[in-house]
Nanobody, 115 residues
Framework: QVQLVESGGGLVQPGGSLRLSCAAS????????MGWYRQPPGKERELVAA???????NYADSVKGRFTISRENDKNTVYLQMNSLKPEDTDVYYC?????????WGQGTQVTVSS
């Protein structure tokens, strides 16, 4: 089993920045990718950003140029630096980990962008 612990959410004004962190523990061998998703009201959970074990990165079009995903492999931790935040970025952000056997989700951290 894998446990994911997220931190870093909160309230920020439009144009501000936040940094999310997600630390994985447990059976962290054979990780294929880690990333962040969010789920707008009434919609399916959508990819925000993901990074593979080989370092390949994928971003949602809506966050390109504003968000940066990074990973510390020795700490099994993934980060999401979010800059130039917009009200439409308001959501619960979920950490995701894929290994060769299962997909795991964190409990979610709330990000609210409002003046």
């Amino acid at each position: 089993q894998v446990q994911l612990v997220e931190s870093g959410g909160g309230l920020v004004q439009p144009g501000g920045s936040l940094r999310l962190s997600c630390a994985a523990s447990g059976s962290t061998f054979s990780i294929k990718s880690m990333g962040w998703y969010r789920q707008p009201p009434g919609k399916e959970r959508e990819l925000v950003a993901a990074i593979t074990n080989g370092g390949s990165i994928n971003y949602a079009d809506s966050v390109k140029g504003r968000f940066t995903i990074s990973r510390e492999n020795d700490k099994n931790t993934v980060y999401l630096q979010m800059n130039s935040l917009k009200p439409e970025d308001t959501d619960v952000y979920y950490c995701n980990l894929n290994n060769y056997y299962n997909t795991y989700w964190g409990q979610g951290t709330q990000v609210t962008v409002s003046s």
